[in-house]
């Protein structure tokens, strides 16, 4: 699988933004927190999305299909990373899955 262009969300400000008041989307959001810890996100005034929590090790945590307002989506342990995709991003991935992230290249590898 080719690498995966993604938006990068390092500033508290354009995490907190994420997909809220945004249509339809093509490019992957990820958010890159500054330790890991455990969080939750919510999906009010998003569109549909999935959610892929990430490891330290960039390994699949949780994977939420968000197809409707949810106030609270949280992954079981804690997470450095969370990709933010369009509908059906996440589908086929599994826990402890290995997803190569490049913060610096914008990029992600689902196929690693």
């Given at each position: 699988?080719?690498?995966?262009p993604c938006?990068?969300?390092?500033?508290f400000?354009?995490?907190?933004?994420g997909?809220?008041?945004?249509g339809?989307?093509?490019?992957p959001?990820?958010f890159v927190?500054?330790?890991?810890?455990?969080?939750?996100?919510h999906s009010m005034?998003?569109?549909p999305f999935d959610a892929?929590?990430?490891?330290?090790?960039?390994?699949?945590?949780?994977?939420f299909?968000v197809?409707?307002t949810?106030?609270?989506?949280?992954?079981?342990?804690e997470?450095l990373y969370?990709i933010?995709?369009?509908?059906?991003?996440?589908?086929?991935?599994?826990e402890?899955?290995?997803?190569?992230?490049?913060?610096?290249g914008a990029?992600?590898?689902?196929?690693?």
């Amino acid at each position: 699988m080719p690498r995966i262009p993604c938006i990068v969300l390092r500033t508290f400000f354009e995490q907190m933004r994420g997909l809220m008041f945004s249509g339809r989307f093509t490019t992957p959001l990820l958010f890159v927190l500054p330790q890991p810890r455990i969080f939750a996100i919510h999906s009010m005034f998003c569109p549909p999305f999935d959610a892929v929590f990430l490891d330290a090790d960039c390994k699949v945590i949780d994977v939420f299909a968000v197809r409707s307002t949810r106030l609270w989506i949280q992954p079981r342990r804690e997470a450095l990373y969370l990709i933010e995709g369009p509908p059906g991003f996440g589908s086929g991935l599994k826990e402890g899955q290995a997803i190569g992230v490049d913060v610096h290249g914008a990029w992600l590898d689902l196929a690693r």
